[in-house]
């Protein structure tokens, strides 16, 4: 069964700091996907991680997947109030999901 | 922009009462999700569809059952609703089954059993 781990579940920080979010498993994965959910919405996709080794770049958000496509990481750079939300990583034929990093950016 | 559109946002059912969540999608999309998310456990998958009429169990299909009779349309059924399917449930949908094709979620339906 492929699980995934996501590292930290909460984070809470300063406006303006550095952060990191992890997704691991024991199981390699064709893809990874990570998506951003607000309250009383639900998830919306930020990117697609395909190649092992991969980095993508959305505006402050930076995405990777591992070289043996286990694991990925995001990295917010500078971090705003609107960062806030609930951060997932999924993949795999029936699209499982993490339980989910929970960011808060305090003004 | 596709749109997937859950019937209701809140719904309050008592126990054993059979509950139907309905889920739309307008984009012609081949695969329908139905997930519950709780806290701390993330989303779990209850059953997809890749085609009319056809379904597949996910991680958790325990006490609940699905019909597809319309490609645009995906219901979740709860024969007897139980207190312990109290939950979040969110519907999606997926153009295909590969890497590039995303999921596109509705807004959930919290759903209450008392």
């Known amino acids: 069964t492929q699980l995934l781990e996501q590292s930290p579940q909460f984070l809470s920080i300063q406006e303006g700091e550095n952060l990191t979010v992890y997704c691991n498993s024991s199981s390699v994965f064709s893809s990874l996907q990570w998506y951003r959910q607000e309250p009383g919405e639900g998830p919306v996709l930020l990117v697609t991680v395909v190649t092992g080794g991969e980095v993508k770049k959305l505006k402050r958000l930076t995405f990777q997947f591992g070289d043996a496509r286990k694991d990925s990481s995001l990295h917010i750079t500078a971090a705003q109030p609107g960062d806030t939300g609930l951060y997932l990583c999924?993949?795999?034929?029936?699209?499982?999901f993490g339980a989910g990093t929970r960011l808060f950016v305090k003004a | 922009d596709v749109k997937v559109t859950q019937s209701s946002r809140y719904l309050v059912k008592r126990t054993g009462e059979k509950v139907f969540l309905e889920c739309v999608q307008d984009m012609d999309h081949e695969n329908m999700f139905w997930y519950r998310q709780d806290p701390g456990l993330g989303l779990r998958l209850i059953y997809f569809s890749y085609d009319v009429k056809m379904k597949e169990k996910g991680d958790i299909p325990e006490g609940y059952s699905v019909s597809r009779e319309k490609k645009e349309r995906f219901s979740l059924i709860l024969e007897s609703a139980s207190t312990n399917q109290t939950s979040m449930y969110l519907c999606?949908?997926?153009?295909?089954?590969?890497?590039?094709?995303?999921?596109?979620f509705g807004n959930g339906t919290r759903l209450t059993v008392t």
């Open positions: 999924a993949g795999g034929f029936k699209t499982i």
């Open positions: 999606a949908s997926s153009l295909t089954g590969g890497n590039d094709s995303p999921l596109h």
